[in-house]
């Protein structure tokens, strides 16, 4: 079964050109069964190419999917394309009312800064409190685990001595690969990591409604979970394309920074070659394995969210 979304979503037009399945709206009001209700909280500055890539993922599973693709309001984007949000996107706030099987926290570039600093922070915590009990559950990427790791458990983030950037190799905490999240992952898989700071491992291991699904010393935290996988936290980003580091790489040449090269991505680590992509597969596997288990585990009626097991959990901290 394919997503839902609209036909004029920039994304529609790429997906169907890679034959990922999508439905249109007016094909999906003939199709008489409860598609999963999943949210996308979208904080990245490439708007439309994060769209296509957590899309892409999300269209390769049997099941249909009806997307709601949500901005921080109280934020002004400089980057989405002149209409964009107003046409694809609800504010966050407007949609607290809902419910969903699924909520989507995408990274940002504000890790550097601290998060009350951020100028949607307030809005943000609203929506991480409210997923608590209103989200089946909620997967959070890059700065959007960071964020939700300090806003649910008070975990902090610590500046890197240099930016991790690159492909690196991973690995599952024992009896890991036999859960939901992550049946039929090899032993070591790929995923890109493209970051300053790290959440505080000390912190994750000392508090108790955390699990440390994966880490390394290397990329440090990489996966996290809590309430059952209610609330996952991926410190990478599988869903990042071929060339999402490529662009990232280039930019900041171009920006004057100093950046290496990002590590295990270019053949010979020559950023005249190609990269090698060597994470698709574990990509694609975790978005269905995710998609799969909240098919399983949320209630039909998700007026019954509340009645589903794994709902313990600690308030969110105040830091309005």
Known sequence: MPIRIPRSLPACEALEKENVPVMTEDRAVHQDIRPLEVAIVNLMPTTVDTEIQL???????????????????????KNAPPGHLEKFYAAADHILHRRFDGLIITGAPVETLDFEDVDYWSELSRVIDYSADNVFSTLHICWGAQAGLYRRYGIPKIPLDKKLFGIFPHGLSEGERYTPLFRGFDDEFLAPQSRHTESDRNAVRAEGALSMVSETEETGL?????????????SGHLEYDP???DREYRRDLDRGFSIAVPKNYYPGD???????????????????????????????????????????????????
């Open 55 to 77: 899309l892409r993922l999300l269209g390769n599973t049997p099941l249909q999917v009806d997307i709601t693709l949500l901005h921080m309001g109280s934020h002004e984007s």
């Open 222 to 234: 990489f996966i996290a979970t809590a309430r059952n996988r209610r609330e996952i936290y991926v």
């Open 243 to 245: 060339l999402t580091l």
């Open 270 to 320: 020559n950023p005249a070659m190609e990269p090698v992509v060597r994470w698709r597969a574990h990509a694609h596997l975790f978005f269905s394995n995710w998609l799969n288990f909240v098919y399983q585990e949320t209630p039909y009626d998700l007026e019954d969210l509340n009645k589903s097991p794994g709902l313990d959990r600690k308030p969110g901290i105040d830091r309005y």
